[in-house]
């Protein structure tokens, strides 16, 4: 609900980051939805190789 509020303008406004540097809260949301998708396909990958079923 949050970002639905949003304007264009405030997804340019910069935030500073300890490994990043300073980049857009544009840039950060899309680096956060990667990074929950990447460890999302991980856990996934390992059901699939462990073989679990019940989860």
Same mark, same amino acid.
């Given at each position: 609900?949050?970002?639905? #509020?949003? +304007? *264009? #303008? =405030?997804?340019?406004? !910069?935030?500073? !980051?300890?490994?990043?540097? %300073? *980049?857009?809260?544009?840039?950060? /949301?899309?680096?956060? /939805?990667?990074?929950? &998708?990447?460890?999302? +396909?991980? %856990? ?6 462990? &073989?679990?079923? =019940? %989860?």
């Amino acid at each position: 609900m949050l970002l639905n #509020e949003l +304007s *264009i #303008e =405030d997804y340019k406004r !910069t935030i500073q !980051t300890e490994v990043l540097g %300073i *980049i857009t809260l544009e840039t950060a /949301i899309q680096r956060f /939805i990667w990074h929950n &998708k990447h460890h999302a +396909s991980q %856990i996934e990958n390992l059901i699939r190789r462990e &073989k679990w079923k =019940d %989860i």
